[in-house]
């Protein structure tokens, strides 16, 4: 079948767009690949199932990396087949919190917005963060780089600059580079698989299911002492489920995708079929491949490094290391472009109390949000100078940075697709999109979705991690006291009804004053 897009789809794009009271400003120019591969971009099996590995390991040894990944990966499939329901009947940029407030109220809209803005900040400074660590142990020592918070913080101001320079001069660039990045994640990844199994000392293929208990000092303190396996093994699925997430990417990009209703759903089902996949293959290779289990276990975080240290010949792990370090680089480049793309929809509702229609401009030259794009990047580094200047006496920065970010992330998941299951066949939502499940099947996905938030959230705030609750809960008491102070009646949010045909004539401007003919 041609991958040509007539002038016919854009109309029908377009057309899809306007119904829903949005202007076509941005560039329509992914295709059906480009929308798969920035979610794979974002999800990069190569930078949480890298910097996370520990995770697997220090909980219940080897099961953590061939079931417990398994089990992870099922829960995020559950969200990503709901999300992906939805994304084709609303397929607008920041799609969670349209769908949040067509399918729900508008404060559940409202309240989606601000947790998936937090999320996708966090989740930003989270992959940099870890990106700069990776940096330290491999190619730091040339540099005198170290690893300190000084360090770190220059780190993450410079790459998540240059990540949005490459955001800022249009979606053509960040859709280049992030194609290139798939073909970067599968390669190294290959690569990696093989030289673990072709230089593994030996390969014990029971390490995958056996249950071993490896927390506390056994486990380098990755995790408290525990002996109750049941919670270790919920603990060790904090490396799939933070590693396969950004999958919203594909939604936040709608605008910019071509036949977004199909291409969009499919990007976001194909990029967690094939993360979750090639990402088991790669823990399962790791974890196999480590000379002797208990002593990595007891070195931690570390135990990726000292893995390949022992096995790995030094001119291919200079290689290897190259390649990741490039993934995570790119990791971080698909996410400005997801968090830009969730500031501009929701600032083009007028969603933020002070600058929503500086956030919500386009740029004529470049069709992107460039106001959103540097704002989304100063709030991702100012959110790591906060973070590394928190000191939390026995638990990682990184640990802290990656749980609150799964728990702001999937809670914006969890409002929008709960309230779709409730307006599936009303008049909220009376038609399911091109790309869509049967009712009950969707029904289904999207309750087993809710017990996984609510499995999320434990693993998430289980200690020595409680702060994290008090974080949430404490967002979720300020959002509340702001809308019923002011926000409830100054957000109208997304246009519906009267509102979208009186819209017509500024699409019509929006469109021309970015050369967009139609």
């Given at each position: 079948?041609?991958?040509?897009y007539?002038?016919?789809?854009?109309?029908?794009d377009?057309?899809?767009?306007?119904?829903m009271?949005?202007?076509?400003?941005?560039?329509?120019s992914?295709?059906?690949?480009?929308?798969?591969?920035i979610?794979?971009?974002?999800?990069c099996?190569?930078?949480?199932g890298i910097?996370?590995?520990?995770?697997?390991?220090s909980?219940?040894?080897?099961?953590g990396?061939g079931?417990?990944?398994i089990?992870?990966?099922?829960?995020?499939?559950?969200?990503?087949?709901?999300m992906?329901?939805?994304?084709?009947?609303?397929?607008?940029?920041?799609?969670?919190?349209?769908?949040?407030?067509?399918?729900?109220?508008r404060?559940?809209?409202?309240?989606?917005?601000?947790?998936?803005?937090?999320?996708?900040?966090?989740?930003?400074?989270?992959?940099?963060i870890?990106?700069a660590?990776f940096?330290a142990?491999?190619?730091g020592?040339m540099f005198g780089?170290?690893g300190?918070d000084?360090?770190?913080v220059?780190?993450?101001?410079?790459?998540?600059?240059l990540?949005a320079?490459?955001?800022?001069v249009g979606?053509?660039?960040t859709?280049m580079?992030t194609?290139?990045s798939g073909?970067?994640?599968?390669a190294?990844?290959?690569v990696?698989?093989?030289?673990c199994?072709?230089?593994?000392?030996?390969?014990?293929?029971?390490?995958l299911?056996t249950?071993?208990?490896?927390?506390g000092?056994?486990?380098?303190?990755?995790f408290p002492?525990?002996?109750?396996?049941?919670?270790?093994?919920?603990?060790?699925?904090?490396?799939?489920?933070y590693?396969?997430?950004?999958?919203?990417?594909?939604a936040h990009t709608?605008?910019?995708?071509?036949?977004?209703?199909?291409?969009?759903?499919?990007?976001?089902?194909?990029?967690?079929f094939w993360s979750?996949l090639v990402?088991?293959?790669?823990?399962?290779?790791?974890?196999l491949a480590?000379?002797?289990l208990?002593?990595?276990?007891?070195?931690?975080?570390?135990?990726f490094f000292a893995?390949?240290?022992?096995?790995m010949?030094?001119?291919?792990?200079?290689?290897?290391?190259?390649g990741?370090?490039i993934a995570?680089f790119?990791c971080?480049?698909a996410?400005?472009?997801?968090?830009?793309?969730?500031?501009?929809?929701?600032?083009?509702?007028?969603?933020?109390p002070?600058?929503?229609k500086?956030?919500?401009?386009?740029s004529p030259?470049?069709?992107?949000?460039?106001n959103a794009i540097?704002?989304?990047t100063?709030?991702?580094?100012l959110?790591?100078?906060l973070?590394?200047s928190?000191?939390?006496?026995g638990?990682s920065?990184?640990?802290?940075v990656?749980?609150?970010?799964?728990?702001?992330?999937?809670?914006?998941?969890?409002?929008?697709?709960v309230?779709?299951?409730?307006?599936?066949?009303t008049?909220?939502w009376?038609?399911p999109?091109?790309?869509?499940?049967s009712e009950?099947?969707?029904?289904l996905?999207?309750?087993?979705?809710?017990?996984?938030?609510?499995?999320?959230?434990?693993?998430?705030?289980?200690?020595?991690?409680?702060?994290?609750?008090?974080?949430v809960?404490?967002?979720?008491?300020?959002?509340l006291?702001?809308?019923?102070?002011g926000?409830?009646?100054?957000f109208?949010g997304p246009p519906?009804?009267e509102?979208?045909a009186?819209?017509?004539?500024?699409?019509?401007?929006?469109?021309?004053a970015?050369?967009?003919k139609?």
């Open positions: 079948m041609s991958d040509k007539t002038d016919k789809e854009h109309h029908e377009m057309k899809v767009l306007h119904g009271g949005y202007a076509q400003e941005l560039s329509r992914m295709s059906k690949f480009s929308n798969f591969a979610s794979f971009s974002i999800i099996i190569l930078s949480g910097n996370s590995f520990a995770q697997a390991i909980s219940v040894g080897g099961a990396a079931i417990g990944w089990v992870g990966c099922l829960l995020s499939g559950m969200f990503a087949l709901s992906a329901q939805i994304a084709s009947a609303f397929p607008t940029a920041g799609g969670l919190y349209h769908w949040g407030s067509i399918l729900g109220n404060f559940w809209g409202w309240l989606t917005a601000w947790l998936n803005l937090l999320g996708l900040i966090t989740v930003l400074g989270a992959i940099n870890g990106t660590y940096f142990g491999t190619f020592g780089f170290t300190t000084g360090q770190v220059t780190f993450v101001a410079a790459i998540t600059i990540q320079i490459f955001n800022h979606i053509k660039v859709t580079l194609d290139i073909y970067i994640i599968f190294t990844t290959a990696l698989v093989l030289a199994l072709w230089f593994a000392p030996a390969i014990d293929i029971s390490r299911w249950f071993t208990n490896f927390s000092e056994a486990g380098g303190n990755v002492q525990s002996d109750n396996v049941g919670y270790l093994f919920l603990l060790c699925l904090l490396l799939p489920v590693t396969i997430t950004g999958y919203d990417a594909s709608s605008e910019e995708t071509k036949n977004a209703a199909m291409s969009v759903p499919r990007g976001i089902v194909t990029s967690v979750s990402g088991w293959v790669m823990i399962c290779a790791i974890t480590i000379p002797d208990a002593v990595a276990a007891s070195q931690g975080w570390g135990m893995t390949m240290d022992a096995i010949p030094a001119g291919l792990k200079t290689v290897l290391y190259l990741i370090l995570q790119l971080g480049l996410t400005v472009t997801s968090a830009s793309r969730m500031l501009f929809a929701f600032s083009r509702d007028d969603g933020l002070i600058g929503s500086a956030l919500a401009t386009v030259k470049y069709r992107t949000p460039v540097w704002t989304a100063v709030l991702c580094i959110y790591v100078v973070a590394l928190i000191k939390v006496a638990t920065i990184y640990v802290i990656v749980n609150s970010t799964l728990v702001f992330l999937f809670l914006s998941f969890t409002i929008p697709l309230a779709g299951m409730f307006a599936y066949g008049a909220k009376p038609n999109g091109p790309w869509a499940m009950g099947t969707y029904k996905v999207t309750a087993l979705s809710v017990v996984g938030m609510a499995v999320i959230l434990y693993i998430a705030v289980a200690a020595p991690n409680e702060r994290v609750l008090y974080v809960l404490g967002f979720i008491a300020l959002a006291i702001l809308w019923v102070t926000e409830n009646r100054r109208e519906t009804g509102r979208i009186a819209r017509k004539a500024a699409i019509a401007a929006a469109e021309a970015v050369g967009e139609g």
